[in-house]
């Protein structure tokens, strides 16, 4: 298979997608980036050179231009989601104790989210566009602070546009995996649902913690609201598969919960669809 990454945008399906991405590139060595970019260069550098040729598939999170050469000259794809909901969704995860660099700071037994969505961590605010820019967690002050809005938008869609070979969108799942699957060559992609929240300890946003969000968020509002138009025109052009969209949906009834049973039980299923 061709070499291939994935642009793993924190909180946009990618636990899920990367058990897809595992499945299609079975057997293929795999580097996956752990959002330091620094150490994870240096991880890379440190494999030999036979080491560093035989990687096929990158994944993780990390910028679009991660200083890695072998990760950047290759076809990239990514999925991008409803950014509120994004943002949602990573409260949730800190506040179930899930992301072990903000444990400390934010510890499950005492989270709020007063505390956290007014706390400036950089990764409420934006970062989809940022990390279709130039995005570092470790790094003080981000560089594209030094960005207006519409710099960021522009930067961030003209990278998403004309770098990434393909992209999808979380509320369109299914008709993104078809996207891919027809764009990249893959087998039918089943899957179930990875990562799921704690529903025990599910977050309660009031209008100002969304209002919050809409602020911290008012760039990725916006590309995401472009891409969608565009990843729109193009499922709903004459060349995306849409039978093959309608083969899987019917199939994915009976596969996905065989793969649930798959993966508790360890029995074999048959692939009845490629």
Known sequence: MNKLRFLHIPKTAGSTFSSILTKQ???KVNFEFSGDNELDIKRFRELSLGEQKTVVLFTGHAPILTGIPEADDIAIITILREPVSRVKSFCQHVSEGKSPHLVAAFPPESFTLDEFLYSENNEISNLQARMLIDYE???????VTNFSMEELKNRALENLFEKVRCFGIQEYFDESLIL???TLGWSMPFYEYR???????????????????KELNAVDI????????RFLDKINSGDYNTKK???????????????HTYRQTGRAIIRLFR
């Open 180 to 182: 891919f699957a027809d």
């Open 137 to 143: 967690r470790h790094r003080v002050e981000p560089l």
């Open 222 to 229: 916006a590309v995401y609201q472009a891409a969608k138009e």
């Open 195 to 213: 990562n799921r929240k704690d529903i025990k300890r599910l977050l309660k946003f009031e209008d100002h913690h969304i209002g919050r969000i």
């Open 25 to 27: 590139y079975r057997g």
């Open 245 to 259: 969209l309608a083969v899987f949906k019917q199939a994915k009834r009976i596969i996905s919960p065989a793969l």
